[in-house]
């Protein structure tokens, strides 16, 4: 399992997708290497989330991340 620490700015999707998941530019996942519905962990002090990854052409740019509503909470 990989353990990196990249920092984004972040994007909050108002939608209810009913489930946890982010969505990353592919330009960013390819540099840190995730694809679809892979796993990441997400932490923000002490919180911490474990959401699925889906990519974006162009609603989200890389340096951000989309955080869908149930995410962003």
């Known amino acids: 399992m990989r353990c990196l620490e990249p920092e984004f700015t972040v994007v909050?999707?108002?939608i209810d997708?009913?489930?946890n998941e982010v969505?990353?530019?592919e330009t960013d996942a390819q540099n840190?290497?995730?694809?679809?519905l892979d796993r990441v962990r997400l932490r923000l002090g002490?919180?911490?989330v474990l959401a699925i990854?889906?990519?974006?052409?162009?609603?989200?740019?890389?340096?951000?991340?989309?955080?869908?509503?149930?995410v962003a909470q």
Do not use: A, M, T
Request: glycine content about 12%; aromatic content about 2%; charged content about 25%.
């Open 32 to 36: 840190i290497e995730l694809g679809v």
């Open 53 to 70: 990854v889906d990519l974006s052409h162009r609603s989200i740019k890389p340096g951000q991340i989309g955080l869908f509503h149930e």
């Open 46 to 48: 002490k919180k911490e």
């Open 23 to 25: 969505v990353l530019s």
């Open 17 to 19: 997708q009913g489930q």
């Open 12 to 14: 909050v999707i108002d």
